[in-house]
């Protein structure tokens, strides 16, 4: 499974390879596999605490996966969406509207009945059976309501989120309904669906102590670099290597506004977010 940063590194990559949308969307549904699915969320960090502001009684499940709010551990190392760093979350209609944003698209609606619904986000719609063999958004309707979503990369194949972001075929799911979205180049010509499997390699991610106040050094001093170059106050006192009440108040802004657990405690968690930037 891929951590957020490193799919986030392979989307600026093969931009920069001059890859197409279709390519591009193709190669992110790929990445994405495995990552989990929450009930109202659009791409967020898998953290306890995106997780804790998602929670709902009809979905359980956003509590009872996580390791840290069920109690067993206080960290989420270890867990099985955090392969090194954290994973991003969604469910059915916020990971099609995720994947699409990252190539400029927007798909507006609440849910996946109002994403079909709002004619303003198509080219063109219809019936599964009059589908072309193109990159688009598929639907499963159920009476009026399409009660879900996800990608149709090509051949037959979907990628979608439900119970983790997973792959399916047109065939084994029920589809109904495909969508191109507005201004979306979905044309498959010249794709190598063999070349869109593996994500950029990028380098091992620098190992880092848990930082907190009170610690003093070279880590502390970097995490300080960090927090001013995102913006964030650190006082008269600037890069001086301590962890004093500047560099809290700006780690606890930093974790707040990232959705992390507002602690103050420099650990992986917030060391790779930091390092995403």
């Not at 400029?104 to 986000?121: K, R």
């Not at 969508?179 to 979905?186: N, S």
């Not at 994500?199 to 070279?218: F, I, T, Y």
């Not at 500047?246 to 802004?253: N, R």
């Amino acid at each position: 499974m891929n951590t957020a940063s490193k799919v986030d590194q392979a989307i600026q990559t093969w931009k920069l390879k001059g890859w197409c949308l279709a390519a591009i969307v193709i190669a992110l549904c790929k990445a994405c596999l495995g990552w989990p699915y929450v009930f109202g969320a659009r791409g967020q960090y898998c953290t306890p605490s995106n997780r804790r502001g998602k929670m709902r009684s009809d979905h359980p499940t956003i509590y009872t996966k996580c390791q840290v709010l069920t109690g067993p551990k206080s960290s989420c190392s270890g867990c099985r969406w955090y392969p090194g760093g954290p994973v991003r979350f969604f469910d059915c209609r916020g990971f099609t509207y995720w994947v699409f944003r990252q190539v400029g698209i927007t798909i507006n609606g609440a849910g996946a009945t109002s994403q079909y619904n709002d004619n303003s986000n198509w080219d063109c719609k219809g019936a599964i059976a009059d589908m072309p063999n193109m990159v688009c958004v598929v639907f499963k309707d159920k009476k009026g309501t399409k009660e879900h979503t996800g990608i149709h990369i090509g051949n037959g194949q979907i990628i979608h989120c439900s119970n983790g972001v997973q792959t399916g075929k047109t065939t084994d799911r029920g589809w109904t309904h495909f969508a191109i979205p507005k201004g979306f180049d979905g044309n498959l010509e010249g794709i190598g669906f063999d070349q869109l499997d593996a994500v950029p390699s990028e380098k091992p991610a620098a190992s880092h102590p848990k930082l907190r106040r009170g610690s003093s050094g070279k880590d502390v001093q970097q995490l300080q670099q960090i927090l001013l170059s995102l913006g964030y106050d650190l006082g008269p006192c600037g890069v001086d290597g301590v962890f004093g009440r500047m560099t809290l108040a700006a780690v606890q802004a930093f974790q707040k506004a990232r959705g992390l657990t507002v602690d103050g405690i420099v650990g992986p968690v917030t060391w790779a977010a930091l390092e995403e930037g």
